[in-house]
Nanobody, 126 residues
Framework: VQLQASGGGSVQAGGSLRLSCVASGLTFSTYVMGWFRQAPGKEREFVAGTSRGVWSGGTTYYADSVKGRFTISRDNRLNTAYLQMNSLTPEDTAAYYC?????????????????WGEGTLVTVSS
């Protein structure tokens, strides 16, 4: 199984980025997909998760810190999860990681996931 995250970069405060996570080696539609982030000197934290897909009655869940600014989505045809990030602030600067969990329930704990990808770095300047 491989999870490949991309889309990170540098942006000014108030800007937007969209992260992508392409999964291979698993039955993507049956996995919960999550995004986590880790800022320098801080612990890794949950950002957002999505179960299955919107078309199959899936659900989404967000950390309070990103609710209303970030949107998680997925395209099961492309085995890809997305994280649309709007109204970015310097506090969003972090390495962002995607993760996959063989379950129907979204988890907010890193170790509850089964597979993890490499991080993609997001830097937001003021």
């Amino acid at each position: 199984v491989q999870l490949q995250a991309s889309g990170g970069g540098s942006v000014q405060a108030g800007g937007s980025l969209r992260l992508s996570c392409v999964a291979s080696g698993l039955t993507f539609s049956t996995y919960v997909m999550g995004w986590f982030r880790q800022a320098p000197g801080k612990e890794r934290e949950f950002v957002a998760g999505t179960s299955r897909g919107v078309w199959s009655g899936g659900t989404t869940y967000y950390a309070d810190s990103v609710k209303g600014r970030f949107t998680i989505s997925r395209d099961n045809r492309l085995n890809t999860a997305y994280l649309q990030m709007n109204s970015l602030t310097p506090e969003d600067t972090a390495a962002y990681y995607c993760a996959a969990k063989a379950s129907t329930r979204i988890a907010t704990i890193w170790d509850d996931y089964d597979y993890w990808g490499e991080g993609t770095l997001v830097t937001v300047s003021s």
